[in-house]
């Protein structure tokens, strides 16, 4: 499959507790975004990347959220602290670079916090 | 920051009534795109506009981008049952020729009586 594959498709996690979320974009796309959507709603953005380079984080995101992309490949969410405000469906997107600016999504994760 | 807006936020037609969604961005975009989801699914990338003034057509479904490169339509002729999901508009910002991120508005649920 050469998708965009996100890992887990699932997490429930007790308040408080720490949480991680994985994001494989289609390979050589070097944007890659992350969002939450929550029922009814359009994708919130939460943050972007171009290559390894983080461009732009969200101002409703709290500090306790934060993602990586190392070398420019995967990426990763992680929530700290979560509050049951969190749950909700976490997205994760990537595009090629140049004037086809498509947004291909993963299937997400569904974060529920008890 | 950059918001889009979308109206209306619900449609509920009769199959082969037409159906209209609107989107106005408070900045000019770059671009601006139309993604369909449908229950349960994740977003799918529908068509993309680029330059002021732009029409596109795919079979029964019209996009346009407006002179100002802030609003954009998307008109479905004739609804089917097919037709059924939510449509949301992105609107991609500029930083300066350096394309950053997308930013979706809340999206037009789209329901359609047999």
């Known amino acids: 499959d050469t998708g965009v594959s996100q890992d887990p498709r699932h997490k429930i996690t007790k308040r408080g507790q720490n949480v991680t979320f994985r994001c494989d974009p289609i390979?050589?796309?070097?944007?890659l975004y992350w969002y939450r959507q929550t029922l009814g709603q359009g994708p919130e953005f939460l943050t972007y990347f171009q290559n390894e380079a983080q461009l732009e984080k969200s101002r409703l995101l709290s500090d306790r959220f934060s993602a990586e992309r190392p070398k420019g490949s995967f990426s990763t969410l992680e929530i700290q602290r979560t509050e049951q405000g969190d749950s909700a469906m976490y997205l994760c997107?990537?595009?090629?670079?140049?004037?086809?600016?498509?947004?291909?999504f993963g299937q997400g994760t569904r974060l529920t916090v008890v | 920051g950059q918001q889009v807006m979308q109206i209306p936020q619900y449609q509920h037609v009769q199959e082969g009534e037409d159906f209209t969604t609107y989107c106005n961005s408070s900045?000019?975009?770059?671009?601006i795109q139309w993604y369909k989801q449908r229950p349960g699914g994740h977003p799918v990338f529908l068509i993309q506009l680029v330059k002021s003034g732009e029409v596109k057509k795919q079979k029964r479904l019209t996009f346009q981008f407006g002179e100002a490169k802030k609003n954009s339509s998307l008109h479905i002729t004739a609804t089917q049952t097919t037709d059924v999901g939510t449509y949301f508009c992105?609107?991609?910002?500029?930083?300066?020729?350096?394309?950053?991120?997308?930013?979706f508005g809340k999206g037009t649920k789209l329901s359609v009586k047999p």
């Open positions: 390979s050589e796309h070097n944007r």
């Open positions: 992105a609107g991609l910002k500029d930083y300066g020729g350096s394309q950053g991120n997308l930013i």
């Open positions: 997107a990537s595009s090629p670079s140049g004037r086809s600016t498509e947004a291909f």
């Open positions: 900045t000019t975009l770059s671009n």
